[in-house]
């Protein structure tokens, strides 16, 4: 079976957590014990129904608050598919949040209340899952049971989707369902309420999209994590360098190139635990065998000769400021990409963005927590990189403050 990473994104209440808690709950991925537990807070709450936000706010402050803080994964299957969740809040102040739980998603649930319509935090998250290059949308209309499950109510709501949207250039694909989280309607059973509306529920919707585009199995990538060298008789000569393919399809007798060093070879046989493979593709974690003895350590990377990335101390990216303290001009931080890490300074900030008109901001350029970007800066030694738009792995990188060790900043590179 294969594997979708997808994530809830929209405003302050508007049902992201009951609807995985719904999702979890009908499609039978929850246990006795935990709806004994729900059911209990609930009731000793003085809630009217049992509040299945509570399968996924697991914080004291998120169920005292009715909110979701911090991101939560949640992991369920079905007969047709594996799934990951990713639970993240809707406030402003917790963009970074969002970010991060974005960053892995193939497809982005974008939930609207049917009485408020598009907000702005409704374009806030939409921009950021267009920028983490997100090209599945599922834009669920939700509580139509307190609009009377009006059609019309619904339709206003995808035209004006649709208008922001047509802004957006990464979109392909956007699916509108009108649901109900907190009576089941279209989430796992079809609604009776809305005999108007023909299409997929949201799970079968979730069970058959085709996410197989978002990898990138044309530019061969493979950042080495470690390299094997087992001290034993059984493989006395053995040699592997392990990673994880990050793009291309890497096979025996391929003709490779080792980067930033520029030695080459050819493979010579791709190992696993389980044993020897035909061939690899992201995002597999493999080992490597090369026909020659060549110096390869952790932050080097193996690309086939015939298509190379750039390489390049001058990189220019577009990020979201996750630090309480702002960012400075002329600041130094570590900069971790793919295997390797190195020293950067932050040379010039361009611009930030105006998430909620989309409007460059070029008068103000200093940046705090949540802020959202472009800068240029250089580093101490040159990256082996894709921009994001090519390759999500090679194309992403995070800012690390070195005396705290805290992560400021996760980056796109364009």
């Known amino acids: 079976m294969d594997l979708l990473r997808f994530t809830t994104a929209g405003s302050v209440d508007d049902g992201k957590s009951t609807l995985i808690g719904r999702l979890l709950y009908d499609s039978k991925n929850t246990f006795e014990d935990q709806i004994e537990a729900v059911e209990s807070f609930s009731k000793r709450r003085g809630d009217e129904h049992m509040d ?3 399968l ?3 914080l004291k402050a998120e169920r005292e608050q009715g909110i979701t803080i911090d991101v939560a994964y949640r992991y369920f299957a079905t007969p047709q598919r594996k799934f990951i969740i990713a639970d993240t809040p809707g406030h402003i102040q917790y963009t970074r949040n969002m970010v991060t739980g974005a960053s892995t998603a193939n497809l982005a649930i974008i939930l609207i209340d049917a009485r408020k319509g598009v907000i702005e935090q409704t374009c806030r998250h939409s921009f950021i899952a267009n920028l983490l290059r997100i090209q599945h949308v599922v834009v669920a209309v939700n509580k139509m049971d307190l609009v009377e499950f009006k059609e019309s109510v619904y339709h206003d709501i995808v035209a004006k989707y649709k208008e922001f949207a047509s802004r957006l250039d990464s979109f392909v694909d956007v699916t509108f369902i009108p649901i109900s989280a907190l009576n089941g309607d279209n989430v796992v059973e079809e609604s009776t309420n809305m005999d108007w509306y023909k299409g997929p529920t949201l799970l079968y919707h979730l069970e058959n999209v085709y996410i197989g585009t978002t990898e990138n199995h044309v530019e061969a990538r493979f950042p080495v994590q470690t390299v094997i060298r087992p001290q034993s008789d059984a493989y006395h000569d053995f040699r592997g360098y392990a990673g994880r393919v990050a793009g291309g399809v890497f096979k025996p007798g391929d003709n490779i190139t080792v980067l930033p060093s520029g030695f080459k070879s050819r493979i010579k046989a791709i190992h696993t635990a389980t044993g020897e493979l035909t061939e690899a593709f992201s995002p597999l974690s493999v080992s490597l065998l090369l026909e020659d003895e060549i110096d390869i350590s952790r932050g080097d990377t193996i690309v086939k000769t015939n298509n190379q990335p750039e390489i390049g101390q001058d990189i220019e990216a577009m990020i979201c400021w996750f630090s309480e303290r702002p960012l400075h001009t002329r600041g130094k931080y570590l ?27 070029e008068d103000d350029l200093s940046m705090a927590m949540n802020d959202i970007g472009r800068i240029t800066l250089r580093t101490s030694s040159p990256l082996i990189y894709d921009s994001y738009s090519k390759n999500r792995t090679m194309g992403s990188f995070i800012l690390v403050d070195e005396n705290t060790n805290e992560t400021v900043a996760g980056g796109m590179i364009v």
């Open 335 to 361: 900069i971790r990409h793919t295997t390797r890490e190195a020293k950067a300074l932050i040379r010039e900030v361009r611009y930030k963005v105006d998430i909620n008109t989309l409007h460059k901001v």
């Open 56 to 58: 996924t706010d697991g």
């Open 52 to 54: 299945l936000a509570l």
